[in-house]
């Protein structure tokens, strides 16, 4: 009894820490506005966002705690009902994050990019949900994005403007417009509560994670908050991205030629853009991940594959310059314009690069090291693999486990000289036994995580969206990285 008195006090407290801290934040924020009109809703919103955050996050903790109690370790029955309580709690967290919208669903993408880190549950609710189907602004406050940004409706700037989306993500939603020399664009709004409530939302996010992990100590995901904090506001600046996706092109005609005509970015119409609307080429192609749609271009799903991993190894391995957000939404493919065919007279592929808001740079020591560290992976030298991954900062007691990480294989797979030793097979086999390493060293990994740059961490979440790509264009067995690729790129500048 003694101790589930102790668990209803922390319970109770992480209802008030999530209130109260995400409180002070609103009440700065609603302080801080010059704006009347945005006062007024952050003076609505912010108490009802709390509430929600507040009765969600103890919800989640008393469904652990209460439906967990008294079933031993290691026990088929604990580990049956674990699953449904992850389930339970995933779709809580999903429909907090949709009501709350803005930088909570930014927070569920993270998760659904967090493959074998989180629980399963998680990664596949918020996947199936957050990546571009996502609630959308009114055309009100569309309406009122276009009045603020460019002095005038939709259809005073545009010939035409569909008010009806195409998509919507977590910080804006895209519509399709024509402008008066008849051009075909896409248009990105910003969502307006994104900025009434993002300074509240921040804190109230960053309050919730510091309070489980006071109480679930190996729940430690303030890497995470950390990030949010850093890249959050350069996302909230749509010039910014444009900048990004133009420095993108410039270094793939510099230091990849040999593949820059199969690559691209919208062009940018930048009389019509500001920093939160953004007006670009309209493209019309596959999503890349749809197995069927591709092949109906007439491009074979397997080229597409290699193209996007030699295309981000160019951009980790030689540019230093990493598109850090690669999930299915953000990466479309259409036959290459030139109309040039493979010698089995397939269509070749081009990738048309999307959202390029989340960019991060590595320097010459982190690129070397990281390339050093893959060589190593990939050609079986746990010597090389140790040396370098104690140089990105995983130590000398975690390297095994960040070479799992990174390889989804485990240690004896890794260091195994067999040629396909790196092979991912994607079997329910496989997922289960990653998924039990996850679980049984879940400690441990949420310390790596806490160790590592964040500029790895993001890496590691790239690499979690190009797995789960090529894991859709190739039915069966496929290599992350390929010999050929590590020779041809990660081999570049390495004796």
Same mark, same amino acid.
């Given at each position: ?139 009100d406050q569309v309406l009122e994005v276009f009045k603020k940004e460019l002095g005038g409706a939709p259809d005073e700037i545009f010939d035409e403007f569909d008010p009806t989306p195409i998509a919507s993500a977590s910080l804006a939603q895209v519509h399709v417009a024509r402008t008066h020399n008849g051009q075909k664009v896409a248009v990105k709004v910003q969502h307006t509560h ?95 991940? %749809?197995?069927?749609? +591709? *092949? ?5 799903? $397997? ?5 996007? /991993? #030699?295309? &981000? ?106 040629? %396909?030793?790196?092979? +991912? *097979? ?5 997922? $289960? ?5 996850? /679980? #049984?060293? &879940? ?53």
């Amino acid at each position: 009894m003694a101790v589930r008195s102790f668990w209803r006090a922390k319970t109770k407290l992480l209802l008030a820490a999530a209130a109260t801290g995400g409180a002070g934040a609103g009440a700065v924020a609603i302080a801080n506005s010059d704006d009347p009109a945005s006062a007024v809703k952050l003076t609505t919103a912010v108490p009802t966002r709390l509430l929600r955050d507040a009765v969600a996050a103890a919800t989640i903790a008393f469904d652990y705690e209460y439906s967990l109690w008294g079933l031993p370790d290691g026990s088929i029955e604990r580990e049956r009902v674990k699953r449904e309580v992850h389930t339970r709690s995933a779709h809580k967290l999903q429909e907090l994050c949709f009501k709350n919208g803005g930088i909570y669903i930014k927070l569920g993408q993270h998760i659904s990019q967090l493959e074998y880190l989180v629980p399963d549950e998680y990664v596949q609710i918020m996947r199936q949900s957050m990546l571009n189907k996502c609630p959308v602004s009114s055309y009100d406050q569309v309406l009122e994005v276009f009045k603020k940004e460019l002095g005038g409706a939709p259809d005073e700037i545009f010939d035409e403007f569909d008010p009806t989306p195409i998509a919507s993500a977590s910080l804006a939603q895209v519509h399709v417009a024509r402008t008066h020399n008849g051009q075909k664009v896409a248009v990105k709004v910003q969502h307006t509560h994104m900025t009434d409530t993002a300074a509240a939302d921040y804190a109230t996010v960053e309050m919730i994670v510091n309070t489980l992990h006071w109480i679930f100590p190996s729940f430690d995901f303030r890497w995470l908050v950390d990030e949010m904090r850093e890249s959050l506001p350069k996302e909230l600046d749509f010039l910014i991205e444009a900048k990004n996706s133009v420095k993108c092109m410039d270094n793939f005609r510099r230091f990849s030629p040999h593949i820059a005509e199969y690559v691209y970015a919208p062009r940018v119409y930048w009389n019509l853009s500001t920093s939160k609307l953004l007006v670009m080429e309209y493209i019309d192609g596959a999503q890349v991940n %749809d197995y069927r749609a +591709i *092949r109906k271009l007439g491009v074979k799903p $397997s080229d597409v594959s290699n193209l996007l /991993s #030699q295309s &981000f190894a160019e951009m980790m391995f030689k540019h230093g310059f990493v598109h850090c957000d690669p999930h299915a939404a953000n990466v479309l493919v259409r036959p290459l314009p030139s109309g040039s065919r493979s010698i089995f007279g397939k269509n070749k592929p081009q990738l048309v690069l999307l959202d390029h808001g989340l960019y991060k740079d590595l320097d010459t020591s982190m690129r070397i090291n990281y390339a050093s560290l893959w060589k190593g992976l990939v050609f079986s030298d746990a010597n090389a693999i140790k040396e370098n991954s104690v140089k990105l900062g995983a130590g000398e007691d975690l390297y095994v486990l960040f070479a799992g990480i990174l390889t989804m294989r485990p240690w004896n797979k890794v260091i195994d000289p067999a040629v %396909d030793h790196l092979v +991912i *097979r994607g079997t329910d086999g496989d997922r $289960s036994e990653l998924q039990m390493y996850a /679980s #049984q060293y &879940f400690p441990q990994i949420s310390e790596l995580l806490r160790r590592l740059p964040r500029v790895i961490l993001l890496m590691l979440k790239t690499n979690d969206c190009l797995r789960a790509v090529n894991r859709a264009l190739v039915r069966g067995s496929f290599y992350f990285w390929d010999v050929d690729l590590i020779r041809s790129v990660i081999g570049f500048g390495l004796a």
